[in-house]
């Protein structure tokens, strides 16, 4: 009887599982493991918006493991504690791992062959699980990953994807083998009013909702925030209840500007994703230094609250943050825009925001949290690191008729029109009673932020 271990992280569902597949092939039994990792907790990671969605994920794992025979086995403590535990109580001789990017990840990775080698244990780490392309597949001249978007989407529409993967028609889970219970949504305190819901059931189907009513007009509504016309995939990308390759093949099956348009964000994933792996000290550090010397002091914590709490008197900014804590997800146009505000026109560090972000999204990623920062800060990837985003224009351009900002900020909504972009300019007896003025004069801001690194 031969026994491998499968490691769950960011890969929780059944379709498109090569790890899982790959020790169904080699093995008479398999123990679908996920490990409630103490290193994980000890990060501050597992913020609650992204547990309550976990323990979905999880609960729909186990349930389409019991359709196939099988169950999943959950234990906690250190990862790599747990799975020589459970690979000494099954005699598992393999553990299957999906590769990850995270500096995080990678260490896990090491230190699992480390405890596995001497045991005569084998690790088998998969590619091509939580990217369509693995990190580091392709690689421009003289350099181990691309920095810049454009030349790697060019190199990567070039490759051709895996085939995706069917989920296996039965699992055979060793008897007696002990697992702790499933964490549940209800024990999570402390969640947004309105987060998404998690596991392969739900991601699947929002997938072949959103692609049959969306995708065909993505590229002209994929930047206006009040359409909610994106997949609103991330969480599943992010915790892996997609696989980004069955995504891409998927889409890809409609032809249009949409589906191009479409892809071309799978990429910028994909794009981050391997300049984390390369360069994993980018979750904390910046990529490329400005030297900036990022506002400090009472006055720069107030007004970075101000932006966390949604009252900067910016409407667009407002509605935005205050979208991130009600639903634990923001508009992509949004998110650049009060990162924007945020690292440029307040010259606040970028990490302020990428903690808040991470503190209530539930897409949260690192790979991806992280560099679209660095991007907007402009220490990242941008090669136009000085451009300011002016969240009036941005918003007269992305929300025409005003109904994001109404949506989100009803102290506004009697404001008709695009009118309700700039609040301060209407006659006193029309003004918005409870709404505050501008926390900060846009030209200051834009003065300071060009003065700060050396433009002006
Ligand atoms: P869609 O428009 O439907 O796009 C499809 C998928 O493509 C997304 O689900 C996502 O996986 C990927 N994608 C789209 N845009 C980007 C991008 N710019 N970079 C990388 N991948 C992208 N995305 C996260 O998944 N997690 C994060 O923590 C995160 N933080 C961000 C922080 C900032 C400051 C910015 C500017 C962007 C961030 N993004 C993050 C990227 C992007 O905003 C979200 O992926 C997107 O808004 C999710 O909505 P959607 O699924 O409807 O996207």
Redesign the pocket.
């Known amino acids: 009887m031969t026994v491998s271990v499968v490691l769950f992280t960011s890969d929780l569902r059944l379709h498109d599982h090569p790890p899982l597949l790959a020790a169904l092939r080699s093995s008479d039994d398999v123990v679908p493991l996920f490990v409630r990792d103490d290193g994980i907790a000890a990060t501050g990671f597992d913020a609650p918006n992204r547990r309550a969605f976990l323990a979905d994920c999880l609960a729909d794992l186990d349930r389409g493991l019991r359709d196939r025979g099988g169950r999943l086995v959950v234990r906690s403590g250190d990862v790599v504690d747990q799975v020589g535990k459970v690979a000494a109580e099954t005699g598992a001789r393999d553990v299957h791992i999906a590769a990850g990017v995270s500096g995080y990840a990678q260490r896990r990775e090491t230190r699992l062959r480390e405890a596995l080698d001497p045991e005569g244990l084998r690790l088998h780490v998969h590619d091509a699980v939580i990217t369509a392309l693995a990190a580091g597949a392709v690689t421009p001249a003289g350099s181990h990953h691309f920095a810049m978007f454009t030349p790697y989407f060019r190199r990567w529409s070039q490759e051709r994807l895996r085939d995706p993967l069917g989920a296996p028609r039965t699992v055979r889970v060793p008897d007696g083998i002990g697992s702790d219970p499933l964490p549940s949504r209800a024990e999570v305190s402390g969640t947004s009013e309105g987060p998404a819901t998690g596991g392969e059931t739900e991601g699947r189907r929002r997938l072949t909702a959103?692609k049959r009513a969306h995708l065909a007009h993505?590229e002209d509504m994929?930047d206006v925030p009040a359409a909610d016309a994106?997949?609103?995939?991330?969480?599943?990308?992010?915790f892996g209840t997609l696989s980004?390759t069955e995504?891409v093949h998927r889409v890809r099956k409609e032809e249009g500007p949409g589906t191009e348009a479409?892809v071309r964000?799978?990429c910028?994933?994909d794009?981050?994703h391997q300049v984390l792996a390369a360069r994993p000290d980018a979750s904390r550090a910046d990529y490329r230094t400005r030297h900036d010397r990022w506002r400090s002091g009472r006055r720069a914590a107030e007004e970075a609250e101000a932006w966390k709490e949604g009252r900067t008197g910016y409407p667009v900014v407002d509605a935005a943050m205050r979208q991130l804590r009600h639903e634990g997800?923001?508009?992509?146009r949004c998110?650049?825009l009060?990162?924007s505000f945020l690292t440029k026109t307040l010259y606040v560090d970028w990490r302020v925001?990428?903690r808040h972000?991470?503190d209530l999204?539930v897409?949260?990623?690192?790979?991806?949290?992280?560099?679209?920062?660095q991007?907007?800060a402009g220490t990242g990837t941008d090669t136009r690191p000085g451009r300011v985003l002016n969240p009036v224009v941005q918003a007269r351009r992305f929300d025409p008729d005003g109904s994001y900002v109404r949506r989100w900020v009803p102290e506004l909504e009697g404001i008709p029109g695009k009118a309700v972009h700039e609040p301060w300019k209407l006659p006193g007896s029309e003004r918005a009673r409870g709404y505050p003025e501008p926390l900060v004069d846009l030209a200051d801001g834009l003065a300071r932020f060009r003065r700060a690194r050396g433009r002006d």
């Not at 994106?230 to 992010?238: A, F």
């Not at 997800?329 to 992509?332: I, K, P, Q, R, T």
């Open positions: 959103w993505y994929q994106t997949s609103r995939l991330s969480p599943h990308l992010h980004p995504v479409f964000q799978i910028w994933r794009f981050h997800w923001m508009h992509n998110r650049l009060v990162a925001g990428a972000f991470m999204l897409d949260g990623d690192v790979a991806n949290n992280q560099l679209n920062w991007w907007t």
